[in-house]
T-cell receptor, first 112, second 110 residues
Framework: DADVTQTPRNRITKTGKRIMLECSQT?????MYWYRQDPGLGLRLIYY???????NKGEISDGYSVSRQAQAKFSLSLESAIPNQTALYFC???????????FGEGSRLTVL | GIQVEQSPPDLILQEGANSTLRCNFS?????LQWFHQNPWGQLINLFY???GTKQNGRLSATTVATERYSLLYISSSQTTDSGVYFC????????????FGKGTKLSVKP
């Protein structure tokens, strides 16, 4: 089983719908992240959390919200999806300030 | 501003050839990692290398932090090496968050 698990892996939805992407990890890491990948743009940070009571905005947080339900769970929500949120979304974890980053398998979201 | 630049953007190799990928960064770092994204989209850690040199099989990496660059070497390339290679850098004072370069797309032909 993967150490960092994302669900769903693929989702097609319509403009205006609420979408939640979930992430769970078994690595015991305190830090969790949500990234977005668009073709030719690399990965950009949406939100990050250093522990259950700590949530921080990343580079591109507008239109997104997150919830850290437990040390092992970090979910990303799109309250009202729009087509330019079509992208590949990655959850990641790390174990400290200078720690290695470990990624989930990605969630491909298409907003029509 | 803070920048992470990777070169070349695209690289085509014949199987068995060697290659060097470069990552330049604009400020002092406390974290640098190399990742491989395979054609199925999975991101795999290759190296955690804020300084020094590491080797893992046919791959090795060197970071010269004082000169603000890192190199990833691939020797005797195989078709399974194809994909996109990303450099990600954590700058001092950035709370540990990584800034990704735009990647080098490698295609290894049989």
């Amino acid at each position: 089983d993967a150490d960092v698990t994302q669900t769903p892996r693929n989702r097609i939805t319509k403009t205006g719908k609420r979408i939640m992407l979930e992430c769970s990890q078994t690595k015991g890491h305190d830090r969790m992240y949500w990234y977005r990948q668009d073709p030719g743009l690399g990965l950009r940070l949406i939100y990050y959390s250093f522990d259950v009571k700590d949530i921080n905005k990343g580079e591109i947080s507008d239109g997104y919200s997150v919830s850290r339900q437990a040390q092992a769970k970090f979910s990303l929500s799109l309250e009202s999806a729009i087509p330019n949120q079509t992208a590949l979304y990655f959850c990641a974890t790390s174990d400290g300030l200078a720690g290695e980053l470990f990624f989930g398998e990605g969630s491909r979201l298409t907003v029509l | 501003g803070i920048q992470v630049e990777q070169s070349p953007p695209d690289l085509i190799l014949q199987e068995g050839a060697n290659s060097t990928l470069r990552c330049n960064f604009s400020d002092s770092v406390n974290n640098l990692q190399w990742f491989h994204q395979n054609p199925w989209g999975q991101l795999i850690n290759l190296f955690y290398i804020p300084s020094g040199t590491k080797q893992n099989g046919r791959l090795s990496a060197t970071t010269v932090a004082t000169e603000r660059y890192s190199l990833l070497y691939i020797s005797s390339s195989q078709t399974t090496d194809s994909g996109v290679y990303f450099c990600a850098v954590g700058f001092r004072g950035s709370q540990g968050n990584l800034i990704f370069g735009k990647g080098t797309k490698l295609s290894v032909k049989p």
